[in-house]
C-alpha cells in the first residue's frame, strides 16, 4: 500500500464544454506551476439541473494534481479562463500516493523554477518515459 503523505495534494476537477478550453486551462495551469499534471478526459456526458431544467450536455473532465496550497490560485485562475457562469471546481484530498509520484508533484508546483538537472527533472523525464 503507498504511503501517506504528510503533505497536503489534492485533485481538484472541472469540467468544460470544449476539448479546447480544457487543454488552454490544462496548460494555463501546469505552465504556471499551479498543476504538476491536468488530465483531461473525454467527452463524457453531464446531466445537470440548471434554471429549473434539466440539462444533458457533452463535456470534458480536467482532473488538476496540485498541492492544497494552491487551491484558491486554481480556481481563481480556472474561473478567469472558464466560459461557464458558474464553473464546477470541486477539491478532493490525495492522502496517499507514491513517494516517488508525490516527489515529482511537489517539485514540479514549486513557485520558482527547478533546474532540468534537478532530482524532479529526473523524475519527470523518466515519468514520461514510463508513459510511452
Not at 464544454?17 to 498543476?35: D, N, P, T, W
Request: include cysteine; hydrophobic fraction near 40%; proline fraction near 5%.
Amino acid at each position: 500500500m503507498p504511503a501517506r503523505t504528510p503533505h497536503k495534494l489534492r485533485v481538484i476537477f472541472t469540467t468544460t464544454g470544449a476539448e479546447e478550453q480544457a487543454l488552454a486551462i490544462a496548460r494555463a495551469l501546469v505552465s504556471e506551476r499551479l498543476a504538476a499534471c491536468v488530465n483531461i478526459i473525454g467527452p463524457i456526458r453531464s446531466v445537470y439541473r440548471w434554471r429549473d431544467a434539466i440539462e444533458d450536455d457533452r463535456e470534458f473532465l480536467l482532473l488538476i494534481k496540485t498541492r492544497a496550497t494552491n487551491y484558491m490560485k486554481v480556481e481563481r485562475r480556472v474561473r478567469e479562463l472558464h466560459t461557464y457562469e458558474v464553473p464546477e471546481v470541486l477539491s478532493l484530498p490525495a492522502d496517499r500516493g507514491s513517494p516517488p509520484y508525490i516527489q515529482w508533484l511537489l517539485e514540479s508546483t514549486r513557485a520558482q523554477a527547478v533546474s532540468a538537472k534537478s532530482g524532479a527533472g529526473k523524475l519527470a523525464k523518466s515519468r514520461r518515459e514510463s508513459l510511452r
